[in-house]
């Protein structure tokens, strides 16, 4: 799954991306997403497809594709990283065996300081509905960003009336059946970008956020009530060697046709004939 203003098959960004793998490992077979009947509609969807129903969206696709019936690789960009999670602890069948975040806000975010791609003024009205009013059922419903902000300062509100991130971060109540399924993971690998100016704050990369009650200190995933009280089996994780955090030193999404040979392809080596992004 892609970021938003991005689409399943652009020739400079996803596509090139599907290409290279395809290019780095002989025989593999990489299914790039489409959310909606074509790219115009992949694009639009990004935006204003409530999350939820793009979720279920993918696992009906991801079990009609009779390649993958042994279980697959997914690697989710920005945005997309927490969808695919919510695939995996919402869809266990076919398997999902590694999971790749690159970018990805897994505590949401709070601030869009700079839209990726070139949809400035559509960055600019969607910057004003978060500010005005985030948590309304319109702006939840309608608004794909809006559905991972997470307003530290309105900890009661994000809980209560976010519709995607709350549920699939055990906000509300424990969800035995996605802390079960998220651990059937052999790895989940997530990419922090150094240099980022789009992802407010870029902690969430690694899963971690704000500290509640202010918008200026951070904590780390470690540090978080999520991980101390194990609400998402992230801590049984961890200690079983599955979690890898890895940093690249570039803004978002950038990054060297070496850096990710070097550091994610060897993920997917492992089960090479499903590979998704």
Not at 41 to 61: I, K, R, W
Not at 242 to 261: C, I, M, P, Y
């Amino acid at each position: 799954m892609c970021p938003s203003g991005d689409n399943c098959c652009n020739p400079l960004s996803m596509g090139a991306i599907k290409k290279m793998i395809e290019e780095e490992i002989s025989g593999i077979y990489v299914l790039s997403l489409m959310i909606g009947k074509n790219v115009i509609q992949d694009t639009e969807n990004g935006f204003f497809m409530d999350v939820n129903d793009q979720v279920s969206m993918v696992c009906a696709q991801l079990a009609q594709d009779p390649k993958l019936k042994g279980g697959y690789n997914a690697m989710g960009f920005s945005q997309g990283a927490q969808f695919l999670r919510a695939v995996a602890q919402r869809c266990p069948t076919p398997p999902m065996k590694t999971l790749i975040s690159v970018g990805g806000q897994h505590q949401g975010v709070y601030g869009l300081p700079r839209c990726p791609g070139e949809s400035s003024e559509l960055c600019d009205m969607i910057r004003k509905a978060l500010n005005s009013g985030a948590y309304s059922a319109l702006v939840q419903k309608h608004l794909v960003q809006a559905q991972y902000w997470h307003d530290p300062l309105n900890d009661d509100l994000y809980k209560k009336y976010s519709l995607f991130l709350a549920d699939i971060n055990q906000e509300r109540v424990v969800n035995e059946t996605y802390k079960k399924n998220l651990q059937l993971l052999e790895k989940f690998v997530m990419v922090k970008f150094l240099k980022d100016t789009v992802v407010d704050p870029v902690d969430s990369e690694w899963f971690g956020f704000l500290k509640t009650g202010q918008a200026k200190e951070t904590e780390t995933l470690q540090e978080s009530v999520l991980y101390k009280e194990d609400r998402l089996g992230l801590a049984a994780m961890d200690k079983a060697g599955k979690l890898v955090f890895l940093a690249s030193d570039g803004d978002h999404l950038q990054f060297t046709r070496e850096w990710f040979t070097a550091n994610l392809l060897p993920y997917l080596h492992k089960n090479p004939e499903n590979i998704r992004n």
